[in-house]
């Protein structure tokens, strides 16, 4: 969400809130730890913003889809869409090479936690999960033709 710009109008609460929704609903999982809720909680955040681009995408090609509530809170550029739906399609690439620094570049640029945070739920030393991270951002900027910008 820092990396939009300062006259966007998306709202993190909102987001927030469906992530929440979301996780509640989910009555099987019992959290090891608090990395481990937050981990879930960027994986979810993930794929509600994810979705929202899809949905995005779908109405700018006159899909006629009825919005989404979540669609009344939280607007994304048709840029930032287009770029979300670029990341996330690499970040699944690169998650099939390479698992856990898939998981590193989800938990870092969608969950938003530092580095000594995201070591915690792969159980990696910080100067691991910080290589990881790099080439993370090395290997998607490579796929996406560097469209990530300065925020990755």
């Known amino acids: 969400m820092r990396r939009e710009r300062p006259d966007h109008t998306l709202q993190t609460t909102a987001l927030v809130h469906e992530a929440y929704l979301r996780l ?8 090891q730890t608090r990395i481990h809720f937050f981990a879930a909680a960027a994986q979810v955040m993930r794929h509600i913003l994810v979705d929202h681009a899809r949905g ?3 109405a700018k090609r006159g ?3 009825p919005e989404l509530s979540l669609d009344e809170a939280v ?3 048709d ?3 287009d770029e979300l739906l670029a990341v996330n399609d690499a970040l699944m690439s690169l998650t099939a090479d390479d698992p856990r620094k ?3 570049f989800e938990l870092r640029y969608f969950g938003g936690m530092s580095v000594d945070e995201a070591a915690e739920a792969p159980k990696v030393s910080p100067a691991t999960l910080a290589r990881d991270w790099r080439m993370a951002k090395s290997w ?3 796929e996406m ?4 910008g300065d925020g990755a």
């Open 79 to 81: 840029q930032r869409a």
């Open 75 to 77: 607007v994304l550029s």
């Open 102 to 104: 898939g998981r590193v």
């Open 140 to 142: 998607l900027r490579r």
């Open 63 to 65: 899909d006629g889809m």
């Open 24 to 31: 509640v609903g989910q009555r099987n999982i019992r959290w």
């Open 145 to 148: 033709g560097d469209r990530l």
């Open 56 to 58: 995005r995408r779908r």
